[in-house]
């Protein structure tokens, strides 16, 4: 499995991030890359990716704790910019999958933030 890299030119959401590939963009910024899920499971279900590529959250080390810091803090704002009710009535889900058992399918460090009306249709 690859290490973390400035940028993998095999993987679909490092081309994603770099325009390469088109998406429906949520936001971005000098580290991270947010955009619609193509299979959405709810109303609001966009990912949120690190420019950075690192292969899974396996990888993740102290050195990264920035990173997903500015991550999880971007969720609440994201959520509410492309739909999720206020909580504590509203609200969102956040998802890692991490390795196969754990469900990943792409191999690049990804949240999902997924909300809206219930019930949603997997997860």
Known sequence: MTDVTHG???CIFCK???GQIPSKKVYQDEQVYAFHD???WAPV???LIPKLHI???AQVGPEHAGLLGHMMALVPRLAAQEGCRP???GGF???CNTGGDGGQEVHH?????????????KG
């Open 8 to 10: 993998d030119p095999n």
């Open 55 to 57: 292969p899974s959250m």
């Open 16 to 18: 994603i991030a770099a």
């Open 93 to 95: 889900r956040i998802v």
């Open 87 to 89: 909580y504590p009535e």
């Open 109 to 121: 460090l990804h949240i999902h933030v997924i909300g809206g009306p219930r019930p949603w249709l």
């Open 45 to 47: 279900h966009f990912l």
């Open 38 to 40: 193509i299979h959405p």
